[in-house]
């Protein structure tokens, strides 16, 4: 679903590549003919351009995770908004700085392309997706959710620099059951107070795992390594018993005692 997700993400996007180019090439020709003025004027452009290109990616992002969610909250940073106006800057300077349009003229260009990006992208979500009922603090489990889909980001991007192969697969699939879980959880937030605490350990318990073997992996032993392995695998299987309850009831509340693994990474801390 993410690829998926990234994918129609450029796809939006492919417009505002148009508006890259021609900085890109002009900063390139200015480079080659060591026309410091001339570099440093593309350049900046081209900067401005790039980052109204990353604030819409982002902003793409978030609306397409709150659109195929069932409950969701709005976007916390309007970054569609903040990229419409970062291309109107951008559009503006390169008027007047590159084209030499008279300030009015570059202004008035500034503000049709922010106009035209809103049209068509449109501005970011504001309101909350909640069921009807107001008798579950529904906003404090959906920002349960969020927090626990980034510290899981977070946890992928550390998982990048272990090297085992075996251990790497091991937390690659602990997050992928995390994340099955999670995405579970968004279609059903009354069941979020219920398995909070519990899914903060598993959580906390991955990015552990992952952390005491970044910071050993150079010298670990092989029996250390067995034993982190065996963490893992305890920690995918009470993944798996505990998915299979969530979805044979629903209702019942994920019963996860994490309190030997917890207490075995302090011992080897």
């Not at 902003?59 to 976007?75: H, K, Q, S």
């Not at 049209?119 to 970011?124: A, C, K, T, V």
């Not at 992996?217 to 695998?233: D, F, N, P, V, Y």
Request: net charge positive; no cysteine.
């Amino acid at each position: 679903m993410q690829k998926k997700l990234v994918s129609v993400t450029k796809t939006l996007g492919i417009l505002l590549y148009l508006f890259i180019i021609p900085p890109f090439i002009a900063t390139i020709f200015s480079l080659i003919a060591l026309n410091i003025k001339a570099f440093v004027l593309n350049f900046a452009a081209f900067l401005l351009f790039f980052g109204a290109l990353y604030l819409s990616k982002k902003g793409f992002e978030a609306e397409f995770a709150y659109r195929r969610a069932t409950y969701a909250l709005a976007p916390k940073r309007p970054y569609k908004l903040i990229a419409a106006v970062v291309l109107g800057v951008a559009t503006s300077y390169s008027a007047y700085f590159l084209a030499h349009k008279a300030p009015w003229v570059a202004l008035f260009l500034g503000v049709v392309a922010s106009a035209g990006y809103i049209l068509w992208y449109g501005l970011d979500p504001k309101e909350n997706k909640l069921p009807p009922r107001e008798d579950i603090p529904y906003r404090v489990a959906l920002q349960t959710l969020q927090e626990a889909k980034k510290q899981l980001e977070d946890i992928a991007k550390m998982q990048k620099r272990i090297k085992n192969a075996v251990l790497f697969n091991q937390v690659h699939q602990t997050l992928q059951k995390a994340n099955t879980i999670i995405e579970y959880l968004q279609e059903r937030p009354w069941l979020v107070g219920r398995v909070r605490k519990s899914l903060v350990v598993y959580i906390e318990g991955i990015a552990d795992i992952t952390r005491h073997y970044i910071g050993i992996q150079e010298h670990i032993a092989q029996e250390k390594r067995r034993e982190l392995t065996t963490l893992m695998e305890n920690l995918q299987r009470r993944f798996d018993e505990d998915m299979l309850r969530l979805q044979k009831d629903g209702e019942e509340k994920l019963d996860i005692k994490m309190e030997s693994l917890e207490l075995q990474l302090d011992k080897d801390g």
